[in-house]
């Protein structure tokens, strides 16, 4: 796409994608932090995660501001207002992902992982963050390119996450059976899943608002089938 | 790539969204003199729509425009081919009389031009001269309904024999469509209505087009993106003479199909 006549427009709109791109980085870098956290039970590294969630909050706050001024001052059309638009979901999208990665700390503060003792569902876990990471990893890549081939993949293989969320559900509830004294120290790894199974959710919903930016179209209301034969980038 | 010599250009989009065709313009040609100022532009127009053209200046949309109610006839060096119907009727067969054609067909201009005369006698002027009404207290009844549809009369129905000149900028551009839809028009026609308006009188006279479209067909030309978007349901983009795309407003505003259309609507065209 060309530049526009009023160059500062297009200072605007990189200022907004680029506040995007960062808060996707701070995530990336949080999620990183969880792998990290899952196998170390480091209580430092999730004070130190909790403590980013405030960084991703401001940088959101701030695309929201631009957002705001962008849409008062030069009513974007077309392809500018699908970037303007898809902004303010994606940073949402994003502020959510931060939420998880502090929550996910917090359960980690409280004790969880000390108590869990279940080495095997602590491996699952620490895979399925490096799962949601690497999709969140692809889909922000595209979204900084203005490309959508690889979120389209990504969109696509979000069951797998949630077969693996599902196998680590089972897994839990078997021991559970196995072992009901360990009820307690069992449950709360299902809850830190959850959170990465959400996280995995919003990877995918970024992928739709990056394919709608490049695109025009709706992901959502494609058949997943379809999307293949239908996209040629 | 189009130059501006190309006549085989095929526009981007639907010719017209639906079977509810009243104009009806197939590869129109427009020359003034030697100079071609549209090339082989084939566009349907719905009823009861408003149908907004835009495009950078010189692009051809008010040519455009005027060949729909013959105003180019009056331009010696211009002439026309191609075919255009309303309601099937060929407007440029010989025969047809072009002032009962321009009875059918209202025209709002850029510049508010009311008549040096009386706010009563500028919309009465139309009815009067097309013989239309010659009761005078018909000829008040329908001097009040215009005023009234064209969301005036509250304001200057104490000011009737005022000159239409004495009238601020937006009542004065209400008044031209007061007297356009006094002679009953099927369509109207807009060459940019709110350019020389403020910001007030421009969303007084959207909100009348709002209200117009459900019994007139209104075709908009506007260099405002915004007013395209707000006020039609379909929108024809015009470069060089070429219609180059034209489609339901919120697709051409959200995600045009063609490159040229996008870059213009965006404000990267240059």
Same mark, same amino acid.
């Given at each position: 796409?060309?530049?526009?006549?009023?160059?500062?427009?297009?200072?605007?709109?990189?200022?907004?994608?680029?506040?995007?791109?960062?808060?996707?980085?701070?995530?990336?870098?949080?999620?990183?932090?969880?792998?990290?956290?899952? &196998?170390?039970?480091?209580?430092?590294?999730?004070?130190?995660?909790?403590?980013?969630?405030?960084?991703?909050?401001?940088?959101?706050?701030?695309?929201?501001?631009?957002?705001?001024?962008?849409?008062?001052? +030069?009513?974007?059309?077309?392809?500018?207002?699908?970037?303007?638009?898809?902004?303010?979901?994606?940073?949402?999208?994003?502020?959510?992902?931060?939420?998880?990665?502090?929550?996910? #700390?917090?359960?980690?503060?409280?004790?969880?992982?000390?108590?869990?003792?279940?080495?095997?569902?602590?491996?699952?876990?620490? $895979?399925?963050?490096?799962?949601?990471?690497?999709?969140?990893?692809?889909?922000?890549?595209?979204?900084?390119?203005?490309?959508?081939?690889? @979120? %389209?993949?990504?969109?696509?293989?979000?069951?797998?996450?949630?077969?693996?969320?599902?196998?680590?559900?089972?897994?839990?509830?078997?021991?559970?059976? =196995?072992?009901?004294?360990?009820?307690?120290?069992?449950?709360?790894?299902?809850?830190?899943?959850?959170?990465?199974? +959400?996280?995995?959710?919003?990877?995918?919903?970024?992928?739709?608002?990056?394919?709608?930016?490049?695109?025009?179209?709706?992901?959502?209301?494609?058949? &997943?089938?379809?999307?293949? $034969?239908?996209?040629?980038? | 790539?189009?130059?501006? *010599?190309?006549?085989?250009?095929?526009? $981007?989009?639907?010719? #017209?969204?639906?079977?509810?065709?009243?104009?009806?313009?197939?590869?129109?040609?427009?020359?003034?003199?030697?100079?071609?100022?549209?090339?082989?532009? @084939?566009?349907?127009?719905?009823?009861?729509?408003?149908?907004?053209?835009?495009?950078?200046?010189?692009?051809?949309?008010? *040519?455009?425009?005027?060949?729909?109610?013959?105003? $180019?006839?009056?331009?010696?060096?211009?002439?026309?081919?191609?075919?255009?119907?309303?309601?099937?009727?060929?407007?440029?067969?010989?025969?047809?009389?072009? %002032?009962?054609? +321009?009875?059918?067909?209202?025209?709002?201009?850029?510049?508010?031009?009311?008549?040096?005369? #009386? %706010?009563?006698?500028?919309?009465?002027?139309?009815?009067?001269?097309?013989?239309?009404?010659?009761?005078?207290?018909?000829? @008040?009844?329908?001097?009040?309904?215009?005023?009234? +549809?064209?969301?005036?009369?509250?304001?200057?129905?104490?000011?009737?024999?005022?000159?239409?000149?004495?009238?601020?900028?937006?009542?004065?551009?209400?008044?031209?469509?007061?007297?356009?839809?006094? %002679?009953?028009?099927?369509?109207?026609?807009?060459?940019?209505?709110?350019?020389?308006?403020?910001?007030?009188?421009?969303? &007084?006279?959207?909100?009348?087009?709002?209200?117009?479209?459900?019994?007139?067909?209104?075709?908009?030309?506007?260099? @405002?993106?915004?007013?395209?978007?707000?006020?039609?349901?379909? =929108?024809?983009?015009?470069?060089?003479?070429?219609?180059?795309?034209?489609?339901?407003?919120?697709?051409?505003?959200?995600?045009?199909?063609?490159?040229?259309?996008?870059?213009?609507?965006?404000?990267?065209?240059?």
């Amino acid at each position: 796409m060309t530049e526009h006549i009023v160059s500062s427009y297009d200072d605007d709109l990189k200022e907004i994608s680029d506040g995007v791109i960062s808060m996707g980085g701070e995530v990336l870098g949080a999620l990183n932090n969880i792998e990290t956290l899952l &196998k170390s039970n480091d209580h430092e590294l999730a004070q130190k995660i909790i403590k980013n969630d405030l960084i991703i909050n401001d940088l959101g706050q701030s695309v929201e501001n631009k957002v705001f001024n962008i849409l008062a001052s +030069r009513q974007p059309m077309a392809i500018d207002l699908r970037i303007v638009f898809s902004a303010v979901k994606i940073s949402l999208y994003l502020e959510r992902c931060g939420d998880m990665c502090k929550g996910i #700390s917090n359960r980690v503060l409280k004790g969880d992982l000390n108590e869990a003792q279940s080495p095997e569902t602590i491996s699952l876990l620490v $895979n399925m963050c490096s799962m949601v990471h690497s999709n969140l990893r692809i889909v922000m890549e595209d979204y900084s390119k203005k490309e959508c081939e690889n @979120s %389209v993949k990504v969109w696509k293989s979000d069951s797998e996450i949630d077969s693996l969320y599902s196998e680590i559900l089972m897994d839990i509830l078997n021991s559970i059976k =196995t072992n009901p004294d360990a009820t307690d120290a069992l449950v709360p790894l299902l809850f830190i899943a959850r959170y990465l199974e +959400r996280v995995g959710d919003q990877a995918t919903n970024v992928a739709e608002e990056t394919y709608f930016v490049v695109t025009g179209e709706d992901l959502e209301g494609l058949e &997943k089938t379809e999307v293949e $034969n239908e996209t040629t980038f | 790539m189009v130059d501006g *010599t190309e006549n085989d250009i095929k526009p $981007n989009g639907n010719y #017209s969204s639906d079977n509810n065709l009243l104009i009806d313009c197939k590869n129109v040609d427009v020359f003034y003199g030697d100079k071609q100022a549209l090339y082989n532009v @084939s566009l349907g127009i719905n009823e009861k729509e408003v149908t907004s053209l835009i495009g950078p200046s010189g692009c051809g949309k008010s *040519t455009f425009l005027r060949c729909l109610n013959r105003m $180019n006839d009056v331009i010696d060096s211009c002439s026309i081919s191609g075919n255009i119907t309303i309601n099937g009727e060929d407007i440029y067969n010989p025969n047809i009389d072009v %002032v009962e054609l +321009r009875s059918r067909i209202g025209m709002v201009f850029q510049k508010p031009n009311p008549f040096p005369k #009386s %706010v009563f006698d500028n919309v009465a002027y139309g009815p009067r001269l097309h013989g239309k009404i010659a009761d005078k207290d018909e000829m @008040s009844h329908k001097v009040e309904a215009s005023l009234v +549809r064209a969301g005036l009369w509250d304001e200057i129905k104490d000011r009737l024999n005022e000159p239409g000149t004495s009238l601020s900028g937006g009542q004065q551009q209400r008044l031209c469509i007061a007297r356009a839809i006094a %002679v009953d028009p099927e369509i109207i026609l807009m060459d940019e209505p709110c350019s020389a308006l403020d910001p007030i009188a421009t969303a &007084k006279i959207e909100e009348l087009i709002d209200e117009l479209k459900t019994n007139y067909t209104i075709v908009i030309v506007t260099h @405002s993106m915004q007013q395209a978007a707000r006020v039609s349901q379909r =929108t024809a983009f015009f470069h060089l003479g070429n219609l180059i795309e034209v489609g339901d407003t919120e697709n051409i505003f959200r995600s045009p199909e063609n490159e040229q259309t996008e870059a213009y609507v965006t404000g990267r065209y240059g």
